[in-house]
């Protein structure tokens, strides 16, 4: 993989520019760097998508209009309306609440998963540090949301034992869960980083062999996954909020209490 990439102008540009400053920062606290980029390419992607979506965030907000929306206004608008409606369906009335992670999460990913289709440039989600820090991410986050929804003793419950069943099972379904949570960063993660990663290799391999117009089917095919693999991260966060901050109940037609939202099946 290393002999086929190649040295990328933005990367050596970044580097030139703050790659001093970050080397000094790292020797005052006793870190030592090797190689010669001192900034690695997929934090350099990452730093484009931050800086584009806060210059894309700043100029939306600047043209902001109830009645006149310009077409860039409509389809964030019409994105952010299909993310509420998966977190309302799956989480309930309070899905909401979770919306501003939740999007940022999965148009961070979409915006690097298309960044590898650009010549020039790079997915960072073909860095296992990128996937692996966005499953953290939303590890800690749903299980924050869970202790602060339920609290620690009513959230630590939940593992013991599923609702209405005796708590001796617990001795057996506890580890069993320890383990399937912990899981979920690898599946997370995982997941993520070998589709982005196996797809910009075939990339460059064709690419390496015959320029120009055979890589391009595995680029259109590029888009599809991209946009496919955000939607299942995304999608996966949410089933885990599900199963974190689903405390409350109604009762049915029948008189049985009813979870609110849907109910998430067990997701790795």
């Given amino acids: 993989m290393e002999k086929l990439e190649h040295p990328l ?14 080397r000094r920062a790292g020797e005052a ?22 800086v584009f979506i806060t210059a894309l965030c700043v100029f ?15 389809i964030l608008e019409d994105g952010l309306g299909a993310v509420r409606g998966l977190l309302d369906e ?15 999460l999965g148009l961070f990913i979409l915006l690097g998963n298309y960044m590898g289709l ?28 869970g202790i602060r929804a339920q609290g620690i003793v009513g959230y630590i ?12 099972i617990g001795v057996v379904y506890f580890p069993i ?16 980083f070998g589709n982005i990663f196996g797809e910009e290799l075939v ?4 690419f390496s062999l015959v320029p120009f117009l055979v890589p391009l089917p595995m680029m259109l095919l590029g888009l599809v996954t991209g946009l496919l693999q955000a939607f299942i991260f995304m999608l996966l966060s949410i089933i885990y909020l599900q199963g974190a901050v689903a405390v409350e109940h109604h009762e049915d037609e029948h008189g049985h209490d009813a979870p609110s939202g849907r109910q998430a099946p067990v997701a790795a």
């Fill in 9 to 22: 102008w933005i990367v050596q540009l970044v580097n030139a520019l703050l790659g001093p400053l970050v």
């Fill in 29 to 50: 606290i006793g870190y030592h760097f090797t190689g010669h980029d001192v900034i690695p390419a997929y934090m350099v992607m990452v730093l484009l998508i931050v």
């Fill in 60 to 74: 939306v907000r600047s043209r902001l209009s109830v009645e006149n929306p310009g077409t860039l206004q409509i």
């Fill in 90 to 104: 799956w989480i309930g009335p309070k899905g909401h609440e979770f919306l501003p992670l939740v999007a940022t």
């Fill in 118 to 145: 650009i010549p020039g440039l790079v997915s960072p989600t073909s860095s296992i540090n990128v996937t692996l820090g966005c499953a953290i991410t939303t590890w800690v986050y749903y299980h924050y949301q």
């Fill in 157 to 168: 419950k939940h593992f013991w034992a599923p609702p209405g069943a005796p708590m001796w």
């Fill in 177 to 192: 869960e320890i383990i399937s949570h912990a899981a979920r960063v690898m599946s997370l993660s995982l997941r993520l």
């Fill in 203 to 206: 990339i460059l391999v064709l």
